[in-house]
């Protein structure tokens, strides 16, 4: 089979024929028919993480050795069982939940695998979707997606109910109240097709870009603005009587988040997601001051998918725009999303 792997940190990937993978135990044999790219994959692809100060996390230091399948937001086709799998048939058609734990630790046993420290995530710890099959280890994390289109279901394991996730954070706002999201990228921008199903806000949304400012609006957000307005902080105390009652940083870059916690509300949150990279210092005074918090949110639950799919088949969910790719086209779409050429999400198609 082909697959499209990192074979040098930082360099394109590689096009490589390796054998089709076969189920052991509890295997399951997955043709891979769509595949999500994420911002994630850029990090995976670097083989590290910024931590700020001029720290690194690296991923070999992690024990992820080349050549690596990246690629998180697969679905496609059971093709084969292995001797002890049940619960799908060859021929059915599910998408893969990747945030698997280990199974062992006491976090996997009730049932919160999001948290374990030693996962066994598809495409980030093991081969992941930029190929075509790949092998999950239990049925278990495959959820049906009849009704929802393959590319939009591709791109709700990771985006999706990452977005999701971080508005479920923020669902005990009020109609009266102002939501800001930082961010209209693809995760960002699956965010703001959703709020509404989620939020009872008013969703603003802040970009420099003003393509992407465009998109927002198109997906359902109120007002935008842009961040790095010299005035823009005064804006949007202005238009928020005060400050917004809640924020989700989708960048993450230490300009975001700083720009963020500056401009909540008293006994406002800030969610902080997105993986750019980075350090910010913030006054230690203004969290008991204004009563203010700052959370983690990361990616979601497989409860989470199968709430977000069920959202996205009554039509509560308005879809991010779509990139279409095939497969080889792997090195040259991940390069423009690290170039930010595109609104949207970028979907590798194999058929």
């Known amino acids: 089979m ?52 001029g720290r690194k996390v690296t991923l070999e230091d992690r024990g992820l050795s080349l050549p690596f399948t990246v690629g998180h937001e697969p679905l496609g086709e059971v093709a084969k ?26 976090v ?31 049925a278990k ?23 999701y996730s971080a508005l479920k954070k ?26 509404k199903a989620v939020v009872d806000a008013k969703i603003i949304v802040a970009d420099i ?19 790095s307005d010299p005035d823009a902080r005064k804006q949007l105390l202005g238009m928020t009587n005060g400050g917004p009652q809640g924020a989700i940083d989708f960048v993450g870059a230490p300009v975001t988040t700083a720009f963020g916690f500056s401009v909540l509300a008293k006994g406002a949150s800030l969610v902080l997601v997105g993986l750019y990279g980075g350090a910010v210092e913030l006054s230690t005074s203004l969290f008991p001051l204004k009563v203010n918090n700052i959370l983690g949110s990361y990616v979601g639950t497989q409860q989470d998918l199968v709430e977000l799919l069920q959202l996205i088949r009554e039509g509560k969910v308005k879809p991010v725009p779509l990139i279409k790719r095939q ?14 050429k595109a609104v949207g999400r970028f979907v590798l198609i194999n058929y």
């Not at 081969?127 to 099959?133: C, N, P, S, V």
């Not at 994390?141 to 279901?153: F, H, M, T």
């Not at 870009?209 to 997906?219: N, S, Y």
């Open 209 to 227: 870009d003003p393509v992407k400012r465009e998109a927002a609006l198109a997906a359902g957000a109120d007002e935008v603005i842009d961040n």
């Open 81 to 106: 069982l292995g001797p002890d799998a049940s619960g799908v048939s060859v021929g059915d058609q599910r998408v893969v939940y990747p945030w698997i734990g280990c199974g062992d630790c006491d």
């Open 108 to 138: 996997c046993k009730r049932d919160e695998e999001l948290l374990c420290n030693n996962p066994i995530t598809i495409g980030t710890r093991r081969d992941g979707g930029y190929a075509e099959y790949l092998i999950v280890p239990n």
């Open 327 to 340: 497969l080889s086209d792997a090195p040259i779409a991940i390069q423009e999303l690290r170039e930010g």
């Open 141 to 163: 994390y495959l959820v049906p997606y009849d009704g929802v289109d393959e590319a939009v279901a591709a791109t709700a394991a990771c985006s999706g109910i990452t977005a």
């Open 170 to 195: 923020q669902s005990h706002l009020r109609a009266k109240e102002s939501l800001l999201i930082i961010g209209a990228g693809g995760v960002g921008l699956a965010g703001v097709g959703m709020a």
């Open 2 to 53: 082909k697959a499209y792997q990192i074979t040098q940190w930082g360099a394109p990937l590689k096009e490589r024929e390796i054998e089709i993978p076969a189920p052991k135990g509890t295997e399951v044999l997955i043709k891979v028919t769509a595949c999500g790219v994420c911002h994630s994959d850029i990090h995976i692809w670097d083989g590290f993480f910024d931590m700020g100060g």
